[in-house]
């Protein structure tokens, strides 16, 4: 093997032909592999038997820190360091530290789940060996593919071909990495 | 009601046999509007929406911007005569001095609340038909925080000292006051407008990665590096699409609880106070209404022309715009509503200060604001009951602007006449704008122009993945082609699921 083989790549033309194709892969057993969508295909994490996305717990802990972070300022800098009466008002109260705290709280969810969703995901990647195939443009316009990655311990050249081809892929190739 | 005399007989015929109640009530197939008319493919999908980028900039692309550049040189003179002289070229005087700058601060803020309110509220509720309208609207809410945040920015006067609105540790040792809801109102519009960036950007990166392609296999290697770069070397994978579609809908779900505490903290504002006509409970649901009214109207206003311009008939649907008319004539009997009921509870409430104020807002100085306000809010939505009325796009888009016009006018009457007359008549005064104050105004809507136009040509105005998952074609179990009668995506699929 001249340059290291990424894996193999096979095409599909329709959402069910690669729902179908996608449900045979899962069921043949391969851990390292991926469909390339142009859209959110419904359903598509059962036919791969992906597990729930843990980025809501990210997103949780984002939450729950801003909530923390506006109670403490609000707190902090009108009990502690510097109190002030104003309008006779006591000098920290969780009721009026509430909308601000909220909004934090929102704030800091919002940064949690996209920044979780990058690092869970691994990117920014911008050298993937699926962005140098040849037709992937299609791939973010029509077009649906099934990669299945050499490091997976079931990869077989020849077998894994041929279970691409009998799940209904066509122009099955091999990927440089 | 044949499936619910089945379903009460069907226990006694199947009683042995196990759950057959189950496989013969079959649940009705309500028909559903198609999003995409005319079974348009994929691929038909990304040529639209990529074209209107990689097209040459049409003449009257230049045209519109030039003039909406002209326009916004208004909003740089007024500012700029204001910074260089004093907050004082404003028409503001005793008793009035809050008038046009939180009038528009709130118009402006309100027009953005229909963008979540349609990428987010719209997005929890499964409302498809909201993804051809959902990127523009978004850009629209961006662009209207923009010129909302311009307004109580230059009103602080010396507005280089604008960073003491955040709690920034400075020389005076002095922290703000968290116990007031102007700086609640800070952290509100700073989040939300944060928030909406981050979630607009979100959305696009599918369609920047579809571009970049594009453009790097047409030659373009600079445009394809810049939108390569944004769209983070998303290469469609379903392990991101699922943490993807996870994040997008976590952001869905707090922008939602997000645009309606932003507009409350708005009306906090006067809520909070104790002038006559603002101390009112009913304020926060009323102007998050109210705001959610006055954005379709601003919604409308831009997506029409770009319907007709681009010829985005097949993906902005007459279902679609029945849609819009829908909600926007919902919210504004929600704002006619809140108006009666201000009344009722003006008179009910037996305050007398209370009661003069709402006279005032119809008989006093101010009446022709009022009437106005009444003739644009509650008159003109209820047109949109007229499924006539809701065919013509050209009465509709008037219909919009009357919308556009009524919502700035009730920012006007609430906040004008209340302070123009409060309990003292001693103290009592008629407040008009300076030309400074009106150029301003004028200006913030060729800021909001040229902004929108320089999305409408660098960015995908519509999310060309989501389009495409409504698409009958997208369903993966592939029962649905040939059947015009129901949206692919949004039929049950009992198999699966």
Not at chain 1, 149 to 158: K, M, S
Not at chain 2, 137 to 157: K, L, N
Not at chain 2, 381 to 394: A, I
Not at chain 2, 452 to 470: H, S, W
Request: include cysteine; hydrophobic fraction near 50%; charge should be neutral.
């Amino acid at each position: 093997m001249a340059a290291q083989s990424f894996g193999l790549i096979a095409t599909f033309d329709k959402t069910p032909d690669v729902y179908r194709a996608a449900e045979k892969v899962r069921d043949a057993g391969y851990r390292h592999w991926d469909v390339i969508t142009p859209f959110p295909v419904h359903g598509l994490d059962k036919a791969m038997g992906l597990k729930r996305s843990i980025v809501p717990r990210i997103s949780l802990a984002g939450g729950i820190t801003g909530l923390v972070t506006g109670m403490t300022l609000v707190w902090w800098t009108g009990a502690v360091e510097n109190p002030l009466i104003v309008g006779g008002k006591p000098m920290f109260s969780p009721i009026f530290a509430f909308p601000v705290s909220y909004e934090l709280a929102i704030l800091f969810t919002a940064f949690a789940t996209i920044i979780g969703m990058f690092v869970v995901n691994g990117l920014p990647m911008h050298y993937h060996p699926v962005l140098k195939y040849d037709h992937i443009r299609r791939g973010m316009d029509d077009t649906f593919y099934i990669v299945i990655e050499a490091r997976d311990p079931r990869f077989n050249l020849a077998n894994t071909k041929a279970l691409l081809a009998q799940a209904g892929g066509r122009d099955i190739q091999e990927l440089e990495a | 009601m044949a499936h619910v005399e089945h379903a009460a007989t069907a226990p006694a015929l199947s009683a042995s046999n196990g759950p057959a109640i189950l496989q013969e009530v079959k649940p009705a197939v309500l028909p559903r509007a198609v999003l995409v008319q005319n079974h348009r493919s994929f691929s038909w999908i990304t040529e639209k929406i990529c074209g209107i980028i990689e097209g040459k900039t049409p003449v009257w692309w230049w045209v519109c911007f030039s003039v909406a550049c002209f326009v916004a040189s208004f909003t740089v003179a007024g500012l700029t005569y204001l910074v260089a002289t004093g907050v004082g070229v404003w028409g503001h005087a005793n008793p009035v001095n809050w008038a046009w700058d939180i009038v528009n601060f709130v118009f402006w803020i309100g027009i953005g609340h229909a963008g979540t309110l349609i990428s987010a509220i719209l997005c929890l509720l499964r409302q498809k038909w909201r993804t051809s309208i959902n990127r523009a609207a978004e850009a629209m809410t961006i662009f209207a925080v923009v010129c909302a945040a311009i307004f109580p920015v230059f009103h602080v006067g010396r507005i280089w000292y604008a960073w003491y609105l955040f709690p920034i540790p400075n020389s005076n040792v002095i922290w703000q006051n968290f116990r007031s809801p102007l700086e609640w109102d800070v952290f509100a519009v700073s989040t939300y407008g944060t928030v909406s960036v981050l979630f607009w950007y979100v959305g696009m990166i599918p369609d920047l990665a579809t571009l970049r392609d594009r453009f790097f296999f047409a030659g373009h290697k600079v445009r394809s590096f810049l939108y390569g770069v944004f769209a983070m070397g998303w290469r469609g994978s379903n392990r991101h699409w699922s943490n993807y579609e996870m994040a997008y809908l976590i952001l869905a779900g707090i922008s939602t609880p997000l645009v309606l505490s932003v507009h409350t903290i708005v009306s906090f504002d006067f809520a909070v106070s104790l002038i006559p006509g603002w101390h009112t409970t009913i304020f926060p649901p009323y102007f998050v209404a109210g705001a959610i009214f006055s954005g379709f109207g601003m919604v409308l206003t831009l997506i029409l022309p770009l319907r007709a311009v681009f010829h985005l008939e097949d993906l902005i649907t007459q279902y679609h715009i029945d849609c819009m008319c829908k909600i926007t004539l919902a919210t504004g009997t929600i704002v006619g509503y809140a108006y009666s009921i201000e009344f009722f509870i003006a008179w009910y409430s037996a305050n007398p200060y209370e009661g003069f104020a709402f006279i005032n807002r119809a008989f006093g100085h101010y009446a022709w604001a009022y009437w106005v306000m009444i003739s644009c809010n509650v008159i003109t939505p209820q047109l949109f009951w007229s499924r006539r009325v809701r065919n013509n796009t050209t009465l509709v888009w008037v219909l919009a602007i009357f919308v556009n016009v009524g919502m700035w006018f009730e920012r006007f009457v609430i906040i004008v006449t209340s302070l123009a007359r409060d309990f003292l008549p001693s103290s009592w005064g008629y407040y008009s704008p300076s030309v400074v104050e009106i150029f301003t105004f004028f200006g913030t809507f060729g800021v909001f122009s040229s902004l929108f136009l320089l999305f409408v040509r660098f960015l995908p105005l519509m999310p060309m993945a989501e389009l495409k998952a409504v698409t009958p074609a997208a369903d993966a179990h592939g029962h649905d082609h040939g059947d015009a009668a129901r949206d692919g995506a949004a039929a049950p699929h009992p198999r699966h699921h």
